[in-house]
């Protein structure tokens, strides 16, 4: 093989014209069937492994399915065009000169650095297997501690400022308290803009009361803000400005709390529903679960939604009283009616429009309870008497708003996750949650919602689809080795793949997520991809060794097939590093980055370069090592090598 090696070298440049037409085409023709099987089940790989994120629901289906649709379809196109037009224009276009590999300077620069590392590994090759145990091994830490969350949070270049005050506030009060918050905001060098909202916006839709205000704070470019401040940096000092007492303030964003609000119904990061029967028992179970999980590391804006201090004008009528008056019950809730809330006298047209002319007392004689009791009633026998004559006039308590999901009251105990993983600080209220409560009362039941509610979701249907993913992809595997040995040394990059793409996170303090997901979801088409082909590449090497030399121990031994796989996969080189090239160049930009909505498709990008990096590393070097050993075996066992049929 040194012999061919030198040979090779001292190739000259050649010309198709030497070559009769006939033995060119059918060089061509060769050599498709070669490659195209690897080539087109390669590419059907890819697409598959794809798949997972397709069965996705909710927002991550919307935002990642048009990428895979746009990958999908790039792909079947380009695995029809291996297999059908690029034979024809190898035919029709490559008539020129033919520069063997030994002359091109690019793959010789590539083949130099590598034919020394890669004849270092064959003949150390249970030193490399161990050291890639150790690697392997040394991920189980960071895989461990790795953060979860559902989606990288998106810096929408502004802030959603949400307090919340007691019920009973008036609305003199909760607009004092916004324009004073605001005040202060807007003090900031970083903020260019600042609007509030006290109560629902004009839509039914809105079922926010006076109590609650949002501000929306637009911030100006971070290249104007002051030097080493961070979003959460001026969060904080923001948060430490606004303090008032009675107020709790909530942060957030207003695109993903208006996403948040209509898919799950709660305003915060996370959110812990409390069901039950019993509204008192609902609040009293909601701040047990407040003052348990208070404190915990990450956890802020922890905010326990009011179900009780409600004012209520109660009117209860007397019957005995206006029995003696000659009154009946209609009679006074026509006077309430008329008084405190309206009554329509009649309708005005101007023009194309209608109004309604409605007549009721004036503001001054509805805010005092002593007016609202001397409201005239006018009876037939005894003239007018005040309203307290007949009934009792009083201000109670009760509910500021009753929310109800599944036919079942509900209270809410909110709480926004920042400076730490959304996983781990869940993780830690789930736990000490059920160490407070051992059992529930009957007819009580605590769910989790929220953003936290997507991850789970998320994380379910991956769990359940990309096994059957994989199980799919080692069928095809096996179609195009017809050998299970073969499909386990593909499959064993996966996990070496995976290893680049852990360190990269842990590197980049970059959380688990469902963008995190695709990227490594997109990582392992790829690895197994370059795993196919070297496969392939080096069984080409090993059948023309065995179609030269013939088949057997006789004829071949352990140092001539270790001379094969060097020379194969040295010379295969430079149409694996294109492969990889393409892909982690394409997505040199999106590293780069620093836009709005880099920060989701950096988490798609980072375990998919580096995982590239350390999956390619495998092909070069430790997939000939698994191979010769695999060959060597099978030469000493069975006395014989067995090729692989690829070329149907």
């Known amino acids: ?53 397709l069965f996705l629901t909710g927002q991550e289906r919307k935002l990642f399915t048009p990428l895979v649709l746009t990958k999908t379809f790039s792909l079947i196109g380009a695995a029809m065009l291996a297999i059908t037009v690029a034979p024809m224009l190898t035919r029709t276009l490559m008539k020129c000169k033919l520069i063997p590999e030994s002359r091109n300077p690019v793959s010789n620069f590539f083949v130099r650095l590598y034919r020394p590392v890669a004849r270092f590994c064959l003949e150390w090759r249970k030193s490399v297997l161990a050291a890639c145990v150790v690697l392997l091994m040394g991920s189980v830490p960071f895989v461990i501690n790795l953060g979860t969350e559902f989606m990288p949070p998106l ?12 019920p009973d506030v008036s609305n003199s009060e909760a ?105 008192d028992s609902i609040y009293a179970i909601s701040r047990q679960v407040e003052s348990t999980i208070k404190g915990i ?66 503001q001054e004689y509805r805010n005092d309870l002593d007016e609202i009791r001397r409201i005239p009633v006018q009876t037939m026998a005894y003239g007018v008497v005040p309203l307290s004559a007949v009934a009792d006039v009083k201000v109670s308590e009760g509910p500021p708003m009753i929310n109800s999901e599944n036919a079942m009251l509900r209270g809410t105990v909110l709480f926004n996750v920042r400076g730490r993983d959304m996983g781990s600080v869940v993780h830690e209220a789930k736990k000490k949650i059920d160490e407070a409560f051992k059992k529930m009362p009957q007819g009580y039941f605590v769910e989790w919602s929220g953003q936290y509610e997507n991850q789970v979701r998320a994380q379910q249907r991956l769990s359940i689809i990309i096994p059957i993913v994989l199980l799919i992809i080692a069928f095809i595997l096996y179609i195009t ?37 695709v990227g490594f979801i997109a990582l392992f088409g790829v690895a197994v991809e370059t795993g196919v082909l070297m496969i392939a590449y080096l069984n080409d090497t ?107």
């Open 297 to 362: 590391e990450g956890l802020e804006d922890l905010y326990v939604e009011q179900l009780t201090g409600g004012k209520y004008l109660d009117i209860q009528i007397r019957r005995p009283d206006i029995a003696r008056y000659g009154l009946n019950v209609d009679d006074v809730n026509m006077v309430i009616e008329s008084a405190l809330g309206g009554m329509v006298l009649t309708t005005t047209v101007e023009g194309r429009e209608r109004f309604s002319v409605n007549l009721r007392l004036a």
């Open 155 to 166: 810096d929408e270049g502004s802030l959603l400022l949400m307090p919340v005050t007691l």
């Open 481 to 517: 080795f017809h050998s299970f040995k073969w499909v386990l040394v593909v499959l064993i990059s996966v996990p070496v793949a995976l290893v680049g793409g852990v360190y990269s996170l842990y590197f980049y303090n970059v959380n688990f997520s469902v963008a995190v997901a």
């Open 175 to 279: 607009k004092r308290i916004m324009q004073l918050q605001d005040k202060i905001i807007k003090g900031f060098p970083e903020v260019e803009n600042v609007l509030g909202k006290a109560g629902r916006a004009y839509t039914a839709t809105d079922n926010a009361p006076i109590s609650m205000i949002e501000t929306i704070i637009v911030l100006k470019p971070k290249n104007q803000w002051r030097d080493g401040l961070t979003k959460d940096m001026l969060i904080r000092e923001m948060n430490e400005k606004i303090q008032i007492p009675g107020v709790v303030v909530g942060w957030t964003q207003p695109i993903i709390n208006r996403v948040n609000m209509l898919s799950t119904g709660i305003r915060t990061d996370v959110g812990i529903k409390i069901y039950g029967s019993n509204l």
């Open 542 to 648: 090993i059948r023309k060794l065995v179609a030269e030399r013939g088949n057997g121990r006789q004829n071949i031994s352990f140092p001539i097939l270790k001379e094969a796989v060097l020379f194969g996969a040295t010379q295969r080189v430079r149409p694996l590093l294109m492969t990889v090239l393409a892909n982690i160049l394409g997505l040199i930009p999106v590293l780069a980055s620093t836009g709005t909505g880099s920060d989701v498709m950096k988490p798609i990008a980072i375990p998919f370069v580096f995982g590239l990096m350390s999956a390619t590393l495998f092909v070069l070097i430790l997939l000939p090592v698994i191979y010769n050993l695999l060959m060597e075996w099978e030469l000493k066992k069975r006395g014989a090598l067995s090729v692989l049929d690829m070329e149907e």
């Open 1 to 53: 093989m040194a012999a061919s090696e030198e040979k090779r070298v001292k190739e000259r440049i050649g010309h198709t014209n030497e070559i009769p037409e006939e033995e060119r085409v059918s060089i061509i023709e060769n050599s498709s069937r070669t490659l195209g099987r690897s080539v087109f089940f390669s590419v059907l790989i890819m697409i598959i492994s794809f798949a997972p994120i």
